[in-house]
Nanobody, 120 residues
């Protein structure tokens, strides 16, 4: 079955940078949109950024100009470069991929989440 494996989370000071990566593997017939969502304690899981299979990107207003999403279709990997981090970026970041398996309708798959903490 499908697995999304994330890496790159950690502790960083305000103004610092982190790069998250997520690789999809398993039974993948069609890999469509990939992206990152985040959830802070007591809050909903919100979109951070997505990128389509054709490279079209979408960002939350709160991260525009600071974060950059990219993907490598050959590696089935999506990355999120996070710059100028602030305390409001502290959250668990979840990798997301829309995947169609053969004989099934497309559905969302999620990574287990990686903690990003921005603190001085």
């Amino acid at each position: 079955q499908v697995q999304l494996v994330e890496s790159g989370g950690g502790l960083v000071q305000p103004g610092g940078s982190l790069r998250l990566s997520c690789t999809a593997s398993g039974n993948i017939f069609i890999l469509r949109d990939m992206g990152w969502y985040r959830q802070a304690p007591g809050k909903s899981r919100d979109l951070v950024a997505t990128v389509s299979s054709d490279g079209i990107t979408n960002y939350a207003d709160s991260v525009k100009g600071r974060f950059t999403i990219s993907r490598d279709n050959a590696r089935k990997t999506v990355s999120l470069q996070m710059d100028s981090l602030n305390s409001e970026d502290t959250a668990v970041y979840y990798c997301n991929a829309v995947i169609k398996q053969f004989g099934s309708a497309p559905r969302d798959y999620w990574g287990q989440g990686t903690q990003v903490t921005v603190s001085s």
